[in-house]
């Protein structure tokens, strides 16, 4: 029988100490770096060698980081061979004509595989079905296990992302000139909500609390903290940190927008300019977002990539309608039954042992 007495909890502790300890860790390790990076970038921007900095090696560095690493991921995947499907589905397959398949769970066609690959990049359609379990005991019973979807995960992921895209929309408007329509629309509607003469972006908002509340299950769920790395945790810290940073920008502290602006053009134009007048707070700013944005091809972050070229994704369920070969078989010489008979007849005979025709 187990022991479940005062004398077990003694053996227990030191073992759940050390699980905290090492998840301090975790978190603790990248929180500090994210810290190191805000306090050197406050730092720099007084320096004489800010603008250089600032102006040229961060942003043009950072962006030579993404295109060249997330091009170099792509193309690593797209060599790797597949040479038969291995969809991960949870719908009926196409296979008799009176059973009735599921054209967007497990397709068999190309453009179910495309209407497939859309509902996963835009609505997250695995991670809905993201299923937990766990045991419950109820009292004068059995435990049972039950049973429940992880609605959480999925409504804080939808929020996250789409929030980000219209934060990423809203700071187009920095490198366009003029800007287009459809990008001012998207701006006057995320900032109806207005307090007094400030627009408050519920874009910005919902991105905070939907980064707070993914680093808040990282910690407060035992599953996540024991799984998850420091590599887990960077990109949410230096998430929260472009966000704080840039509400704080647009509600407190008032940052030269003009100046921004054309420090934005210039960047697109490849003629940077300097950042004079613009506080130290916007430098912050930016080299949070130059860093998250080289370390992206380097993370989990690159699923952004990835999931297009997913061949559990964007390859049909067709096992039952199609015999699939393996392109790559090599011919492999064999020796069939018969060729070993009429090698071996005669001492065959000689031991006893049947044969299943006799010599020609």
Not at 93 to 111: A, M, Y
Request: charged residues 15%.
């Amino acid at each position: 029988m187990p022991d479940h007495g005062p004398a077990s909890l003694g053996k227990v502790a030191p073992a759940a100490c050390g699980a905290w300890r090492l998840a301090a860790l975790r978190m603790g390790v990248p929180l500090l770096a994210a810290t190191a990076l805000i306090l050197a970038a406050w730092t720099a921007a007084g320096s004489a060698k800010a603008g250089f900095l600032f102006g040229v090696v961060l942003p043009y560095g950072s962006l030579a980081l993404f295109l060249g690493g997330i091009t170099w991921r792509v193309l690593y995947w797209a060599r790797a061979p597949v040479p038969f499907a291995i969809t991960t589905t949870c719908g009926q397959q196409v296979s008799l004509p009176w059973i009735r398949s599921s054209p967007l769970e497990n397709p068999h066609t190309r453009w179910g595989v495309a209407g497939r690959v859309l509902l996963e990049m835009l609505a997250f359609r695995s991670l809905l079905r993201n299923v937990r379990h766990r045991w419950v005991a109820d009292e004068g019973s059995p435990p049972r296990l039950v049973f429940r979807a992880s609605l959480g995960l999925w409504v804080g992921a939808i929020v996250f992302h789409y929030s980000l895209l219209l934060v990423l929309l809203h700071h187009a408007r920095f490198f366009l000139d003029p800007v287009f329509g459809w990008i001012e629309g998207i701006s006057r509607l995320d900032s109806f909500f207005r307090v007094g003469s400030a627009a408050f972006f519920l874009s910005g908002i919902a991105l905070t609390a939907a980064a707070l509340y993914l680093l808040g299950r990282r910690v407060t769920d035992p599953w996540m903290r024991h799984l998850s790395l420091p590599s887990d945790y960077f990109p949410l810290y230096l998430l929260l940190g472009i966000a704080l940073t840039g509400g704080m920008m647009h509600y407190s502290t008032r940052t030269d927008v003009p100046a921004v602006k054309a420090f934005c053009l210039g960047l697109a134009a490849l003629h940077p300019g300097t950042l004079a007048g613009v506080g130290p707070l916007f430098h912050v700013h930016l080299a949070l977002a130059c860093v998250l944005l080289a370390y992206i091809p380097f993370s989990k972050l690159a699923h952004m990539a990835a999931l297009p070229l997913s061949p559990t994704r964007n390859l049909p369920g067709a096992g039952r309608m199609i015999r699939h070969r393996n392109p790559w078989n090599r011919p492999v010489p064999v020796h069939t039954y018969g060729e070993y008979e009429d090698e071996y007849r005669d001492k065959m005979k000689a031991a006893g042992i049947p044969v299943e025709r006799q010599a020609p």
